[in-house]
């Protein structure tokens, strides 16, 4: 089994909570990754925010399950970090951490963990993990532009 870490980077002109509000709201990663759906695993009825050890389970776009993650860490404007609970790839971990930059905005640094059987994935994995912390950057600059 291979083992490959992962890291990307991008800004945002967009506060650091906003970035981390775009990390926690499910409903949006279709809008800004190749995913068709995200949705948090809450009991029905139960409407409070997401907080370590919640579950969550992300759709492609053919409607299959990819994945089931777990929050491992929240920090609020500064890190949201997840491990795989069930999926293809084995003990898959990623954090996004967002941090003030000297000339406003927010700088992102998606990185992650994985091990897999195939050596290929990791310049997969690579690309596809700088597409997705510069299309969070992206979303959360068209939510500040949105609401000024």
């Given amino acids: 089994m291979l083992s490959s870490a992962v890291t990307a980077a991008s800004h945002s002109s967009a506060p650091a909570a906003v970035v981390y509000a775009a990390l926690l709201d499910a409903e949006s990663w279709p809008s800004w990754t190749t995913y068709y759906d995200v949705q948090w695993e809450l009991p029905a009825g139960v409407e409070r925010p997401v907080r370590v050890e919640d579950l969550r389970t992300i759709r492609s776009r053919l ?76 979303y959360a600059n068209s939510i500040v532009i949105r609401h000024s």
């Fill in 63 to 138: 409607g299959r399950v990819c994945c089931r993650e777990r929050i491992v860490e929240l920090v609020p404007d500064r890190r949201f970090s997840y491990e795989q609970a069930a999926g293809l790839v084995a003990s898959h971990r990623g954090s996004v951490d967002l941090a003030r930059a000297p000339h406003g905005g927010t700088n992102i640094t998606w990185s992650a963990t994985y091990r897999h059987a195939l050596p290929l994935l990791g310049k997969f994995r690579r690309r596809r993990l700088q597409a997705w912390v510069h299309d969070l950057a992206s």
